[in-house]
Nanobody, 114 residues
Framework: QVQLVESGGGLVQPGGSLRLSCAAS????????MGWYSQAPGKQRELVAT???????TYADSVKGRFTISRDNAKNTVYLQMNSLKPEDTAVYYC????????WGQGTQVTVSS
């Protein structure tokens, strides 16, 4: 089993920044990819960003230039630096890890409001 612990969500004003973290632990042999999805109320879960073991990244068009995904392979941790936040970024953010299977974090709330 693999456990994921997320942190870093909260309330921020438009234009502000937040940094999300997600640490994986447990029976981890190797991680091929890590990333983040978001789910706003009444909407489907959507991809935000992913990063592979080699460091290749993918971003949703809506966050390009504002969000940066990174990972620390030694700590099995993935980060999401979110800058220039907008009210439409408000959602629950879920991290995931792809190893032999796909595992999800519990979600962390990000609210962008004045």
């Amino acid at each position: 089993q693999v456990q994921l612990v997320e942190s870093g969500g909260g309330l921020v004003q438009p234009g502000g920044s937040l940094r999300l973290s997600c640490a994986a632990s447990g029976s981890i042999v190797s991680i091929s990819a890590m990333g983040w999805y978001s789910q706003a109320p009444g909407k489907q879960r959507e991809l935000v960003a992913t990063i592979t073991s080699s460091g290749s990244t993918t971003y949703a068009d809506s966050v390009k230039g504002r969000f940066t995904i990174s990972r620390d392979n030694a700590k099995n941790t993935v980060y999401l630096q979110m800058n220039s936040l907008k009210p439409e970024d408000t959602a629950v953010y879920y991290c995931y890890v792809k190893t032999a299977g796909v595992y999800w974090g519990q979600g962390t709330q990000v609210t962008v409001s004045s």
